[in-house]
């Protein structure tokens, strides 16, 4: 069912409390552009989000509560930028003011080529290929003046569940867990550990510049269950943007991670070697993430730490014809899911509008994502990848949903043409090298498959842990088989726009965490190196 046909939806408006902060923002844009070549903007965020928690011996809730606002000068040669989180309307004219003295305090080397820069205005904005959830949004006659907003749809409200209520949601889930595992043979004393977790989080975000003033509103829900039996560790995650919708759970997922968590129990250990495997939809967006994501963002192709800027300018190819990787923030539908996916927004904290991305076509590299400073350093077009930890941390350029594009068959097809190998299902992280080019998917223990079936056995890494796949990317690229269709269980043609996206976050330099979504279609490889 597509995303905007869904029925009985709601958008989510801006808090009232943030249109006068809105306002107040507004006023203060002028005095950032007090020179003809600056270019100034403001981005302000609200964040607060409740987890609720309940495992074998206690409920628990917790709450952040996050807001700031950043100012930045671009005077054609630097970027310059001030945050604070004292949001007084005089307290904030006079530290803006503060700020522009220190821009104009810089000595400015001469021997620079000064390379200014011009927003875009509506016309050039509602020119690009927008998903209709964006400009469904944007008023008919719109200008630099109009306040425009955007909230994701949801079909159940959120925050009009009390603690008490997601307390006994959660509860349920598990005791529904324990009788299940007795189901599964395992006993009481077997699971030693169990914890039912959700988070609701109401995201708000205002982008001003001369030429545009946005808003946003998102609700990002994620449900996880972790069940525990020794050393032995199962889990499943499912969340989105949109309402409670997002985080329903099947009691068919509940039995599948305890009927694994008992094979756990058991499980033989994989010796090191090269294996044909068939990665399912969250592995497959782990090895997307890892391979063309993190080199083909343009500030680490700027600062020149990614082989991808020089294999994308010499045209060589890193993958064969399977080999087509997207990153794409306009995410509003989620595989057959009605909600929006893990990494998607409507635009990013420099206010660029989101939009799908091409980074790998049929193994050739194109353009890398860009922030604005990126994208007029590289010379490229500018992508909606500006994003930041928070108000108080800088802007990179970062992934949003990155995943391989879908292929053409149907699961059992590739189960076939896998025949004696191994599935992979649960991802366990994963590290890239972006200029060495080698790259490491993590999975948390794998399924055997003989003659194309299930065997029922699992086996976990040759140390009793998690499995690594290792390997050079274009080698691993140059691997790929096959790839299944969105609608990967029906021999039709598919009905969803776009492949599933998983629960997930990303890390840069060791800090800077940013949600991120990773999927796409099941993936086979051949000969690839599992250890």
Known sequence: MSYLAASKTT?????????PIRDSLFKLLPLLEAHPQWYGSIYFERKASKTYSVNLKQSQVSDQLSSGAVFRIYDGLTLFEEATDDLDPDRLKKFVLE?????????????????PYTPPRWKDRLAAPLEAEITSQIPPVVDARTPVHFGIRFARDPFQTGTQDHFKKLSEILERCKQLATEQGLSPSDLTYLVCRETVAREESIFIDRESNLSQTLYRLALTVICMSGAERTFFRTGGLGGLETVELHENDLARILKDLKSLRNAGRLQPGKYRVLFGPEITGVLAHEAFGHSQEGDTCVRGRSKAWELHRTGDRVGNSQATILNNPALFENGGQTYGAWGSYFFDEEGWLSQEQVLLDQGKLLAPMTNLTSAIRLGVPRTANGKRESWASGVYTRQTNTYFSPGDQTLDSLMNQLGDGYLALHPAGGMEDPKGMGIQVGISYLYEVKNGKNTGKILKGPAGGDIQMTGYTPDVLNSIIGKSKIDYNTQESDRSRFPHNDVGGCGKYHKEFVFAGCGGPYVLLDQVILG
């Open 11 to 19: 958008r989510a408006p801006l808090s009232e409390n943030l249109k």
């Open 99 to 115: 700020f522009v003295k220190r821009v104009e305090k810089q000595e400015r080397p001469s021997e620079f080529e000064l390379r």
